[in-house]
């Protein structure tokens, strides 16, 4: 996945969580018909909250601990590093949500490429390179290897980001 193309997963995911906020707004609406969009609830936002949700803090996906002090400051995410996740990563990043300020839960991420670059193999199974998909499998192939594979990937970790 390209730097592009990452940058605007996280970019969808923000927004999708900041509008999953307007659920429990953090002040009560003047209105009754008052309309909860990403732009009402950001308008109420500091401009040093806006720019900590750009700050995203590399951690070792055996210690996610090791960033709960960023997180409390109001870094906006995580990026996930390593070779092997833990079986408790779920619980690890659980912890990792309650000190994140505002009930806003960081967006947590990884580097999973496959091939040499695959930071939960243990979790998700082998994924082939990229390289060798294309050189061996159709196009039909590789998305079912992205979609039975990666997506659950990116899922999981939001969803045990946000219980």
């Known amino acids: 996945m390209s730097v592009r193309s990452s940058g605007r997963v996280a970019v969808v995911l923000a927004a999708a969580l900041l509008l999953a906020s307007c659920t429990t707004p953090a002040q009560p609406t003047h209105t009754e018909a008052a309309a909860c969009t990403t732009g009402t609830v950001l308008a109420g936002w500091p401009l040093r ?55 806003i839960a960081p967006l947590v991420m990884t580097d999973e490429e496959g091939g040499a670059v695959q930071r939960m193999a243990n979790l998700v199974g082998d994924i082939p390179a990229a390289r060798t998909m294309g050189a061996t499998m159709t196009p039909r192939q590789t998305s079912q290897v992205f979609q039975c594979q990666a997506a659950p990937v990116m899922w999981w970790l939001q969803a045990v980001a946000s219980s």
């Open 49 to 103: 909250r806006l720019a900590e949700q750009t700050v995203v803090v590399p951690v070792d996906e055996n210690d996610v601990a090791a960033v709960r002090d960023q997180v409390a400051a109001g870094a906006g995410g995580v990026i996930l590093f390593g070779s092997s996740a833990p079986a408790d990563l779920g619980v690890q990043l659980a912890r990792l949500r309650k000190a994140a300020p505002g009930g």
